[in-house]
């Protein structure tokens, strides 16, 4: 998983790679923990658990949790993190992570009003870009313009090889 | 990744955002309680607001706190016997004796339309008096009086209404 570098073991040009890995690594941590402590802090509140820094979101977060959608936001907070910390299924959690990620960006850099509601936003989309650019790879097929007719041989690999 | 090293990966990827998080709802946050509570204030209705100030001005006869907590710092009053800034109805309210036992209200109606609250109440501010069949009209922007009228009719000792003045 990790390169040699990130093990210690090379030097010269692999060192480059080595240290986009770890800042790669850095986000990925950063983020999961993030995610992680603040999607148990619904349940466990670690810390104070405010509704929003401003009318609109305190709206938002609140018709999130009366229609129980944010139960699911919270859910999805704790399994992606849980996921980037044991750098298990990350680009699964990526894909999980970004509405959230997106909402949480909206949010703080439209209808908040405060220069560290912005740094918010930028943070965590900076976070969650920087994890996906570093699993790119995983992501390519997806911008295939054109592809095969629907069929079966995907759900087939799933079951014959579902967690490679 | 190394267990170790993915161990204390993970170590440092909890503690980092969760240090963030402490600091920034500690008192000194961006955070902080007192953010927060400008927050929820401002997610006030208007009848909130009025009915906020009501009580902690008037029930609770704290009326310095309640013109600070609901009251704009630029609020415009337009009570003629005040300069008209949020100073001068906290020096105007500061002057009045409040231990004993008045000014004492009464709220008759209370009609909200959009952001005017219009409060029809019956004041009694010296002991033994009458006192004043009054409406204050209130317009609040973000959880704060931003504008404030009042008109005060003195109850007459002698009246030919039968039907009383509320």
Known sequence: MATAAFDGKKAGPA???????????????FFGGWFLAHGLNYWLEFFPQPHGSSPISRELI??????GLFDI????????????LLDL?????????VPVALS??????????????????????????????????????????????PSLDGLRAFFSRPFR | MRPLTHALAIIAGIAAPVAVTFWTTSAAGPR???????????VLTTREVIEGFEKMGIDERKPKEAILTYFSPDVIDHDPTV???????????????????????????????????????????????????????????????????????PIPENSINRNGMF
Not at chain 1, 73 to 84: A, D, F, H, M
Not at chain 1, 108 to 135: C, H, K, P, Q, Y
Not at chain 2, 32 to 42: D, L, P, W
Not at chain 2, 112 to 138: N, S, T
């Open chain 1, 15 to 29: 060192r480059r790679a080595g240290t986009f890995t770890i800042i790669i690594y850095a986000a990925q941590f």
């Open chain 2, 32 to 42: 902080s309680k007192a953010h927060y509570a400008a927050v929820e204030q401002r």
């Open chain 1, 89 to 97: 299924f990350v680009p699964l959690a990526i894909v999980l992570a």
């Open chain 2, 83 to 153: 300069k008209g800034d949020r100073q001068s109805i906290i020096d105007y309210l500061d002057k009045r004796d409040w231990s004993s036992g008045v000014p004492r209200r009464t709220v008759r109606n209370i009609v909200v339309e959009g952001d005017l609250g219009v409060v029809h109440h019956h004041i009694i501010r010296k002991p033994g008096e009458k006192g004043i069949a009054a409406v204050d009209i209130f317009r609040v922007k973000d959880g704060k009086v931003v504008e404030h009228w009042d008109v005060l009719q």
């Open chain 1, 104 to 149: 949480i960006a909206h949010l703080n850099m439209v209808e908040n009003d405060d220069l560290f509601s912005r740094v918010t936003a930028i943070v965590i989309m900076a976070l969650i870009a920087l994890i996906a650019i570093g699993r790119l790879s995983r992501f390519l097929p997806m911008l295939a313009m054109r592809v095969e007719a």
């Open chain 1, 73 to 84: 936001v919270k859910g999805v907070e704790v399994l992606t993190g849980i996921l980037l």
């Open chain 1, 62 to 67: 609140m018709a999130l949790i009366h229609s």
